[in-house]
Nanobody, 128 residues
Framework: QVQLVESGGGLVQAGGSLRLSCAASGRTFSSYAMGWFRQAPGKEREFVAAISGSGGSTYYADSVKGRFTISRDNAKNTVYLRMNGLKPEDTAVYYC?????????????????????WGQGTQVTVSS
């Protein structure tokens, strides 16, 4: 069992920055990958970024590449999403998720149904 709690969302103007945090508990944090997903009203949940358990592998959606950075601190059981250059189309509820498949110490996956545990979500609103 893994518990995930997100924080750091809020309202920001276009071009601004936010950093989301996700604190995990319940399993050895460094053994599994973490991902960030988002869901806007009326849309399906979509992949944003993921990082392997070791932190050595990351992957981003094309829509955020070069603007968002995912990182993790395994000593603090926390994963982060730094979001720069925010756009109104980034407005969504952002979720962190844990993928406990064995090989995710080294690699990442991007489909929501591949992730085992989810946080409650944090709202990010970008005004134009």
């Amino acid at each position: 069992q893994v518990q995930l709690v997100e924080s750091g969302g809020g309202l920001v103007q276009a071009g601004g920055s936010l950093r989301l945090s996700c604190a995990a508990s319940g399993r050895t944090f460094s053994s599994y990958a973490m991902g960030w997903f988002r869901q806007a009203p009326g849309k399906e949940r979509e992949f944003v970024a993921a990082i392997s358990g070791s932190g050595g592998s990351t992957y981003y959606a094309d829509s955020v590449k070069g603007r968002f950075t995912i990182s993790r601190d395994n000593a603090k059981n926390t994963v982060y999403l730094r979001m720069n250059g925010l756009k109104p189309e980034d407005t969504a509820v952002y979720y962190c998720a844990a993928d406990l498949a064995l090989y995710t110490y080294y690699g990442v996956r991007t489909r929501p149904n591949e992730y085992d545990y989810w946080g409650q979500g944090t709202q990010v609103t970008v005004s134009s």
